[in-house]
T-cell receptor, first 108, second 113 residues
């Protein structure tokens, strides 16, 4: 089945810093989503982005489907950005496969 | 708020017992998915229903079963519980049976003692 790798596994940032999280996948995808899991366990949809670029406030994401990767950019990070960021993909008629996540800690 | 609701939020039970987790999808969504998040296995797909019919099956144990009712809510039944079943169980929903955004509920945290 499709494999998903996320990097880095852990990231510690000072408040106000920018960061880039990466998601590599092993096959062509029908669906790619980025999620933020907050410290209370809630999984929050950030982007549905099987290809192209999207922006939402301080967050943006780019997926280059032909090269099988996606990037999540967080600018001017805040302590509320802390948590785990997951990338999940499916290749059509298959369930979502999640990466292991990037654990982000933003320090004031 | 994703629009997906799950009950209960927390559940503590003993080994060997049986529990039922409930999920109501977003209005208009026909697909319901169940996922398990445990410390050692990460987030794993269990099963999908679309408009009342089982659509896809993942790593779901035989002790677990699910169904989707005519009003589209879904229930996940976990029986003969073991310590290793302790996890966060998520329900997600989407409009169609394939592709498109999946919206996740707040999860049910199950602790088996």
């Amino acid at each position: 089945g499709i494999q998903v790798e996320q990097s880095p596994p852990d990231l510690i940032l000072q408040e106000g810093a920018n960061s880039t999280l990466r998601c590599n996948f092993s096959d062509s995808v029908n669906n790619l989503q980025w999620f933020h899991q907050n410290p209370w366990g809630q999984l929050i949809n950030l982007f549905y982005i099987p290809s192209g670029t999207k922006q939402n406030g301080r967050l943006s994401a780019t997926t280059v489907a032909t090269e099988r990767y996606s990037l999540l950019y967080i600018s001017s990070s805040q302590t509320t950005d802390s948590g785990v960021y997951f990338c999940a993909v499916d290749s059509g008629n298959t369930p979502l496969v999640f990466g292991k996540g990037t654990r982000l800690s933003v320090i004031a | 708020d994703s629009g997906v609701t799950q009950t209960p939020k927390h559940l503590i039970t003993a080994t060997g017992q049986r529990v039922t987790l409930r999920c109501s999808p977003r209005s208009g969504d026909l697909s319901v998915y169940w996922y398990q998040q445990s410390l050692d296995q990460g987030l794993q797909f269990l099963i999908q229903y679309y408009n009342g019919e089982e659509r896809a099956k993942g790593n779901i144990l035989e002790r677990f079963s699910a169904q989707q009712f005519p009003d589209l809510h879904s229930e996940l039944n976990l029986s003969s519980l073991e310590l290793g079943d302790s996890a966060l169980y998520f329900c997600a929903s989407s409009v169609d049976f394939s592709g498109g955004t999946q919206y996740f509920g707040p999860g049910t945290r199950l602790l088996v003692l």
